[in-house]
């Protein structure tokens, strides 16, 4: 997949749902758990009220639409 930048003032949903990548949502904000994504590579900067603390501790997952990587590299397991 070709690699997408995510600016400051935008999500990862809405960079991956512009460039016509299909991932399930539905909220778009950090509630309902819909757009949960493997994290392959990277540590995600969780902003985000449903993932338990356990969840958040193994950063095997986030939520596309409102977390954000912590490093300049995010790799997901679309
Ligand atoms: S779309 Fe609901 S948590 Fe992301």
Known sequence: MTPHVVPPDRSVLQVLTEAGVEVDFSCR???CGTCETDVLEAT???RDPPLREDERAAGDTMLICVARSCG???VLGL
């Open 72 to 74: 300049p590299r995010l």
């Open 44 to 46: 995600p900067d969780h």
């Open 29 to 31: 904000e950090g509630t």
